[in-house]
């Protein structure tokens, strides 16, 4: 079953039409704000029920959460320990099978985590033996300022209502607190789609899956602006690092290895760009966005 939607940011309902996704679905643009996302949509309750039991695996396998991103939650706790010295308590949500929650703990960060996944979720509980809960933040129900630091790698965009997510963390977290995020570049994959679009899909040729839209995904104007609604303030926002190899087959016919030059071209020119805008242009497919709760 299908739901259409307003915008998450603005609440508006004047959608712009941008690429199909299937025969029943698209992905647009707000007019007012200019968040993208797919209207309509399966009902949330849908997809939650398809997540637990392990049939949308995808984000799940080995080579994608560890093979492929060991290097990125190496990277980005570095990062995040810059903004909070003092290691306290730690909330990954989406976390996966807690590959970055363990290197957290081992850090001495206290840690947590929210997956709904099962396979993911009990191998997070027994194997690495993990305080992660396998339900929804807002079932959870934390206490109020609770947490120093919130994650969410690659997480925002796939959830169904954002704007609320961020609230809720706002709440749960200590005054100057943390929530950190890696998020796909709504601005270079709707370029990149409408791009194909208008070369008549070449990647179909060449076996090619050069780009993946979730529910949501975010510029690095539209999440600040989403930021400082939930009550964010001091929103930084970086190139990321990309992940490694091709863990998603991406490249199709030519392989790993291009894709690796490939990356690395992408991620020294997105830099470069970076830099000499003044930190304002991002052409990375994915970025980095650290913000604050306030003091009180």
């Known amino acids: 079953m299908l739901e259409y939607i307003n915008c998450n940011l603005c609440g508006s309902n004047n959608f712009k039409i941008l690429f199909p996704v299937d025969s029943s679905t698209y992905i647009g643009r707000c007019k007012d704000c200019g968040l993208v996302f797919r ?168 076996g090619l899956l050069p780009t993946v839209f979730h529910n949501y995904n975010f510029s690095p104007l539209t999440i600040k602006l989403m930021l400082k609604e939930a009550g964010f303030q001091e929103i930084k926002i970086y190139v990321s690092e990309f992940t490694k190899g091709d863990p998603y087959g991406s490249a199709g016919i030519f392989g790993d290895k291009v894709m690796r030059l490939i990356k690395v071209i992408l991620f020294y020119l997105s830099q470069i760009i970076y830099y000499i805008s003044f930190k304002r242009w991002i052409i990375a497919p994915s970025f980095l966005v650290f913000a604050r709760k306030p003091k009180e």
């Not at 990954?92 to 703990?105: N, P, R, V």
């Open 39 to 206: 209207n309509p949509r399966v009902l949330e309750s849908e997809i939650l029920r398809e997540i637990s039991l392990d049939r949308i695996i995808c984000e799940h396998e080995k080579k994608a959460w560890f093979d492929s991103k060991i290097h990125l939650f190496k990277s980005n706790l570095k990062r995040l320990e810059r903004y909070i010295p003092n290691k306290g308590r730690l909330l990954d949500l989406g976390c996966g099978y807690g590959i970055f929650l363990k290197m957290a703990k081992d850090r001495g960060w206290q840690v947590e985590g929210i997956e709904i996944a099962q396979s993911a979720l009990r191998y997070a509980q027994e194997v690495l033996g993990l305080k992660v809960y396998g339900t929804t933040l807002k079932e959870v129900r934390f206490p109020d300022k609770y947490f120093d630091v919130v994650t969410l790698w690659e997480v925002l965009g796939q959830l169904y209502d954002p704007q609320g997510t961020l609230k809720e963390i706002n709440r749960i977290l200590k005054p100057e607190g943390l929530i950190a995020l890696r998020l796909h570049n709504a601005d270079f994959h709707v370029s990149l789609q409408l791009l194909l679009e208008r070369l008549n899909h070449p990647e179909k040729k060449l």
